[in-house]
């Protein structure tokens, strides 16, 4: 009564309150405004796209094969389930298989990736709780996960280390036997995060019955991976679609029922032991074999086949036969140090002391006026046009080097061409499904390349979880939900 | 002309004692200031230390052997600092606040007593600097004080963060302080006393030796009272670093900022006496380890004092390092629904108690 | 314990896709123009005006049970069909465990469609993108605004006409452009004093 009589004499609004973009627990630039009344959130919007980089449009303009560091920029937590994915579609799209041993290690990083994963997924959402030690003892064993990427691909987080058509280059023995060691220890250390928080008053105050998703909603949301689990469909891309190893393996699917944040970090906490458990059995069962698909039209040609040429101790020099050239300047342009000179229509020249032997030249010539003069290295003109022989009379080892060289270059700069078609293929990241969905126009670029990032559709879902709870509730929300801002946003 | 002419003999030794009076109550002042003041210091150095070791790392090692300059870089750093004032910032109530906040924390540092008087030449010294009979009441007091410090900082601020810092804090200690009171009044009723250095005496004589054995729900009440009163971890809802930035003081930098850092941290010291005080005997101890090992009698009380402020602060380290935050509606929820009900079934027992206990005779 | 671990089989699947095209086909004979097959994908592409029914039906039909919506995104054809957008739908059985792919063509002088978030909240935030990167319309969406450009961007940047290296500096965003000005300015500010 007094209340209403309150609010006919005095306007009442409520506070508007922007968190982020840079704010301490919105995982990076996630800006939401919220209404609040008191410290209850009445109104949520998110405001996401301040990291967008455009990949979608960048890979159209790139080669199937080139657009895959750009996906570890999107969930630069767990760049390699990325890769993967990506990886997997490219492969699905142009019909080849990756051999047995490369699957199973993809499965092997991929679900290391995953760990690595929760584990930052753990470490924030805890911190972001109020638990801070749970914080470092995460990233103790995270440091162990990266120093082991680092160890096969020389990077930590963004690490490109999976191929369309298989892996880099195969593990070494010291990598497996150091992650055998890692999967021995890590069902302690998990046990170690849960004596913090897994029956702590304070935690389970914080996240039962916060949060709360039906299955139904969380399906119709376009909820996936763990964040759906919590909520207690069994959706999961490994056993519904399954690629790589993941058929080979025998593994569980945790389930929530309740859907609330509790749940979801059970969920989480589960799969960590499933995939360390997975893992395991794929150590145990890792055939051997090669580690890429043996089919030239998908791999770049051998290193040592072009060292005639391309090595530096050989002391090459480039000259441009005055018979054959045409005087088109297409070398001219190609050159990178601008050593190539010339009128149109006449026959151009190289300038010797700007040279860089990139070969540039080379392989852009289509009148074959190019040609490699072996321990031409500083001689004057003169003595080159005295040396140098058109292309075809060339040593066998020189020729099949400069074929080699035309082959590698036409693959970086075109790409194989892909089928006609348009093609989804998912695969289940840690955060949820990640999807690539290409349009194929018959060239080596895709037409289009859609991205479905989990994270996106995640954020999505923020104003439903978030409404009717208190200020504080929106830092577990953004927790349990597990998102990037990078894969967000793209 | 003689000297005694003027002024009577009497009056100049008034004179005297009077001037050597003013001049021990400076010479307290002087020395708990720069003692505490480096406690402080070092306070914060044996937290990063302590959470440190917890965590799987080492804490600050750059600065000195171990690190043990460190406070005195970060001190540095502060004072150096830009003093940003926020363009909308109420300013004079903005410079005002901290000033507020540090002073109120500071002064409480007057009526704590570390141990005995002693006497040197007729002089009898109280190592206190104000030993006043209603040294309880004045803790409490000043620490109310400090509220207007926090609330009014995040007025001043004119920003979002901070203005619902400063909310949730005056609600807070506000809430707290009552359970708090509360907790201490069967400390009072059994010292028969609001003055420290009796509330010591008295459980020196007692036959527990320190009242956190018969008042053991008091001394829990009063420990978590004084967590939330602190604003620490996992009642920090004030400062939640993840959910309002850094609360009341997220517009303050340099020396502003760490006037409210060092008021939190004496703050601290002081519940940590408190505590030591009220519960756990002071500077003596019980009866029955001083005729067990009768040789620890000479070492000197302010030893005993001191181990029992660390041991407690240690405790709220090993709290901050161990629990997540509650949630601000559950904090209000625990000191309303649960510490002041129980807080008064406890005085009301202890009094029932004592008048059982003086009726027989005891 | 809430949580339990349970086993998933791999090897159920569904309906056939092309099953399920067939009954879209027998469904609404008139609305389907075309079936295409990649990779034992089927994409069934229909007209756009009765888009929305058709994926109601898929949705509640209880055997197709369409139950989650994998992806929502926009193709523009422009110079390789004649009807230049199409709206991709990429739907998912989670119960039967059958997939299909729905494709809405989409004119260039008319972009417009109507929107999904009736039968899928979670086409909310796709549609937003759809609209922002490639300007279709969606009737009956409850917030149509811009989401990864910034809300004063012109053009829209995914459709093939967009250049690469985005507009030109002079027509650039009136935010960087705004950026670029104030770091000009204060560059030349007199910090000593």
Known sequence: MIQKEAEKIFETRELNVNMGPQHPATHGVLRLVLDIDGETIVKVTPYVGYLHRGIEKLGESLSYFQALPLTDRMDYVSAMSNNIGYVVAVEKLFGIEAPERAKFIRTIVGEMSRISNHLLWLATHALDIGAMTVFLYCFREREWLLDLFEMICGARLTV??????????????????????????????????????????????????????????????????????????????????????????????????????????????????????????????????????????????????????????????????????????????????????????????????????????????????????????????????????????????????????????????????????????????????????????????????????????????????????????????????????????R | MDINNIISPQLLDAFIKFGINVLVIILKIVVVLAIGLLHVAYATYFERKVIGHMQVRLGPMRVGPHGLLQPFADGLKLFFKEDIVPANADKVVFYIAPIIFMAASMVNLSVIPFSYGFTIADFTISPVIADINIGLLFIFAMAGMGVYGIFISGWASNSKYAFLGGLRSAAQVISYEIAMGLSLVGVMIMAGSLNLTDIVRAQEESVFGMFAIPQIVGFIIFTIAAVAETNRTPFDMPEAESELVAGYFTEYSGFRFALFFLGEYIAMIIMASMATICFLGGWTLPWYITQVVPFINYVPGIVWFLMKVYACIFFYYWIRATLPRYRYDQVMGIGWKILIPVALANILITGLVKIIMTMYGA | MAVTEVRISIHTTGLNPKDIAEKIKGQFPDQVIDVAEFRDQVSVIIKRDQAVAVLKYLHDDPVLSFDHLQDLTAVDYKGKKDIRFEVVYNLYSTRYRHHIRIRAQVPENDTKINSAVPVWSGADWHERECFDMFGIEFTGHPDLRRILMPEDWEGYPLRKDYPLKGPELDKDWPGFTDVLKRSKELREFDWEG
């Open chain 1, 160 to 489: 490109t280390y999976p191929r369309v058509g298989g892996v880099r280059n195969d593990v070494p023995q010291e990598f497996l036997e150091s992650l055998w060691k890692f999967t021995d220890e890590f069902p302690s250390r998990i046990l170690e995060y849960e004596t913090l928080i897994d029956q702590n008053r304070i935690w389970l105050q914080r996240t039962v019955d916060i949060g709360v998703i039906s299955a139904e909603e969380a399906i119709n949301m376009g909820m996936t991976g763990p964040t759906l689990r919590g909520s207690g469909v069994p959706y999961d891309i490994r056993k519904h679609m399954p690629y790589d190893a993941y058929d080979k393996v025998d593994f569980d699917v945790p389930i929530g029922t309740k859907g609330d944040t509790y749940d979801r970090y059970r969920c989480r906490m589960l799969e960590l032991r499933q995939s360390n458990n997975i893992i395991r059995q794929l150590i145990e069962k890792l055939p051997p074999g090669p580690v890429m698909v043996d089919d030239p039209k998908f791999t770049l040609p051998p290193k040592d086949k072009m060292m005639p040429i391309t090595h530096p101790t050989k002391e090459i020099a480039y000259f441009i036969l005055e018979k054959a050239c045409k005087g088109c300047g297409m070398c001219m342009r190609a050159c990178p140090a601008k050593a190539i000179t010339g009128e149109k229509k006449a026959a151009h020249k190289i300038n010797q002391a700007l040279c860089v032997n990139c070969a540039n030249c080379l392989v852009t010539c289509k009148f074959k006026s190019v040609t490699v003069v072996s321990g031409g290295k500083g001689l004057s003109d003169e003595k080159l046009a005295e040396l140098a022989v058109a292309p075809d009379q060339l040593p066998e080892d020189i020729k099949q080097a400069q074929q080699l060289l035309v082959k590698q270059f036409e693959f970086i700069k075109k790409g194989p061409k892909a089928p006609e078609g348009d093609l989804y293929v998912a695969t289940e990241v840690p955060k949820g499904e990640l999807g690539f969905y290409f349009v194929s126009d018959g060239s080596g670029k895709p037409f289009r390349m859609r991205l479905r990032a989990p994270s996106f559709i995640h954020a999505g879902c923020l104003p439903r979880l978030c409404v009717g709870h208190l200020v504080a509730d929106v830092i577990a929300a953004i927790g349990t939900i597990d998102i990037v801002l990078g894969e967000c946003d």
